[in-house]
């Protein structure tokens, strides 16, 4: 079985300011996705970016970048010039690369301070 | 891009009382799933819905407690049976489409309070 941890329940940045956001996983999977999800006030829960196991290359999307470190089983996530609207829970997850099954972490709540 | 619709978005319920939620989505999807996050908490994994036939359940979760139904690609229901207090949580589905790159997509929650 697959097991995610966040070790950061809290955390807060100033507005304009970067934030690292830590996950590790453990499996005994080679091949894999990981995904980071935000998860603000209104529930809904949004794909911010995605990591494929087998791509050395992390994977960024415009203010987001991570860092996929595979031997360590570690996988942050980076924002970048931090606006309000990045306040929200967010959430580490993986998947199998043949299965369908997203594990979660226990989520980071972010505050971005004006 | 598609939308991913639930119905309600939330509900007061009687405990011993059961209540069904519903997924629609505005597209054709291969996979449709039935996410748990109770108060505080990550999310968890209920069950795989599966088009035409049973749904496949997670360690923890019996059909007689969360019937699910898939009737078509683009619709699915989630019945939460004679509730209790502790069934106090967001109900998620998500979905996945063919050639979606392995990517879930959520819709926006049922919050459901039992009494």
């Known amino acids: 079985a697959q097991t995610v941890t966040q070790s950061q329940p809290e955390m807060s940045v100033q507005e304009a300011e970067t934030v690292t956001l830590s996950c590790t996983y453990d499996?005994?999977?080679?091949?894999?996705?990981l995904f980071w999800y935000k998860q603000p006030p209104s529930r809904q829960m949004i794909l911010v970016i995605r990591?494929?196991?087998?791509?050395?290359q992390n994977a960024t999307e415009n203010r987001f970048s991570v860092n996929f470190q595979k031997a360590a089983k570690s996988f942050s996530l980076k924002i970048s010039d931090s606006q309000l609207g990045d306040t929200a829970m967010y959430f580490c997850a993986f998947m199998k690369l043949a299965g369908n099954m997203l594990t979660f972490g226990g989520g980071t709540r972010l505050m971005v301070k004006p | 891009s598609a939308v991913i619709s639930q119905k309600p978005s939330r509900d007061i319920c009687q405990r011993g009382t059961s209540l069904t939620i519903q997924c629609q989505v505005d597209s054709q999807v291969t996979m449709m799933f039935w996410y748990r996050q109770q108060p505080g908490q990550s999310l968890t994994l209920i069950a795989t819905?599966?088009?035409?036939?049973?749904?496949?359940?997670e360690s923890g979760f019996v059909i007689d407690k969360f019937p699910i139904s898939r009737p078509n690609l683009t619709f699915s229901t989630l019945t939460v049976s004679n509730m209790s207090p502790e069934d106090s949580s967001i109900y998620l589905c998500s979905v996945e489409w063919a050639g979606g790159e392995d990517e879930q997509y959520f819709g926006p929650g049922t919050r459901l309070t039992v009494t």
């Open positions: 819905a599966n088009q035409g036939s049973e749904a496949t359940y």
């Open positions: 990591q494929e196991a087998y791509k050395q």
């Open positions: 499996t005994s999977e080679s091949n894999y996705y």
